[in-house]
């Protein structure tokens, strides 16, 4: 069965931390992985890899995917309170049944 | 631009009751689908359809109906509410089901339903 896993499920900092997030996966026929920002509401997009070692960034965040060992990391540079939220990591296999795991919930502490 | 629009916001309803959340999006997108998210389980896709008169199951179907008659528009029907459908549901669109367009979902705001 497809699942998702993301580690920890929660995190505690404190600004200027640089934490790394971790998704790890086993589904079959493997699209592509995306992470989302969760805060109050709705999911908001951060990053779609599809490729291995193929670094995404944006700005303090930067995302990796590693097809041979199936798992991906969101990195975190410098944090902020900003980034306190959930972290939601999803796979997309060939047949739509996308994937989430349970998400990682970051707390940034001033 | 309207995007992905869900209501309602929050609802309680009794055990057996039936509802309808609605959910309409304004892009034109072929893909609809609708999540659950319970509280460390993530988001779990309960139906989605690739486009008008289209639908399938998810992971988590039970207890759920859709139908797809338009483009724009996407129910979600509790036949019969039970408490463990207490959940958090969002509706999401995109402007395609293939080649990996992830970074095109659109989410909407969310619907907090409580059956008691």
């Known amino acids: 069965e497809d699942k998702v896993v993301q580690s920890p499920l929660s995190l505690v900092v404190h600004e200027g931390d640089t934490v790394t997030l971790n998704c790890s996966y086993e589904v079959t026929n493997f699209r592509s992985l995306l992470w989302y920002k969760q805060e109050k509401k709705a999911p908001t997009f951060l990053f779609m890899l599809?490729?291995?070692?193929i670094e995404k960034k944006s700005g303090r965040l930067s995302s990796i995917l590693d097809k041979k060992e199936l798992f991906s990391i969101l990195n975190i540079t410098a944090t902020q309170t900003g980034d306190s939220a959930i972290y939601l990591c999803a796979v997309e296999p060939d047949n739509n049944d996308m994937r989430f795991g349970a998400g990682t919930r970051l707390t940034v502490k001033p | 631009n309207a995007g992905v629009t869900q209501t309602p916001k929050f609802q309680v309803l009794k055990t057996g009751q039936s509802m309808t959340l609605q959910c309409a999006q304004d892009m034109n997108h072929e893909y609809m689908s609708w999540y659950r998210q319970d509280p460390g389980m993530g988001l779990r896709l309960i139906h989605y359809s690739v486009g008008a008169g289209i639908t399938d199951q998810g992971e988590v179907p039970n207890g759920y109906n859709v139908s797809r008659s338009t483009t724009e528009d996407f129910p979600l029907r509790l036949l019969s509410a039970a408490p463990s459908q207490t959940s958090v549901y969002f509706c999401?669109?995109?402007?395609?089901?293939?080649?990996?367009?992830?970074?095109?979902?659109?989410f909407g705001e969310g619907s907090w339903l409580t059956v008691v």
């Open positions: 999401a669109s995109s402007y395609s089901w293939t080649g990996g367009y992830g970074n095109t979902i659109y």
């Open positions: 599809t490729s291995s070692g």
